[in-house]
């Protein structure tokens, strides 16, 4: 409860084995979160919908594949 996981111990849809940046967004695109492999505490976060994204760039310009996330209480 809380914890969004991210990484390769509960196979999820994305790879971070490549080392890219993942974000979290909210609903306006702006970022919530910088995820990190493992588990993401994400209970300071308002309950909504958020958008898990690649970062593309050398400084974070563009966006790549986004998959949606739903926060609850």
């Known amino acids: 409860r809380g914890v969004l996981y991210a990484g ?3 196979n999820p849809p994305w790879d971070f084995g490549s080392c890219p940046k993942y974000v979290l967004l909210d609903i306006s ?3 919530a979160l910088d995820l990190v492999p493992g588990e993401n505490d994400v209970r300071a976060l308002a309950p909504g919908v958020y958008f898990i994204s690649e970062e593309l760039g050398v400084r974070g310009e563009g966006l790549g594949k986004m998959r ?4 609850t209480r």
Do not use: E, M, N, Y
């Open 68 to 71: 949606k996330v739903v926060v």
């Open 8 to 10: 390769h111990d509960r």
């Open 29 to 31: 695109g702006r970022k």
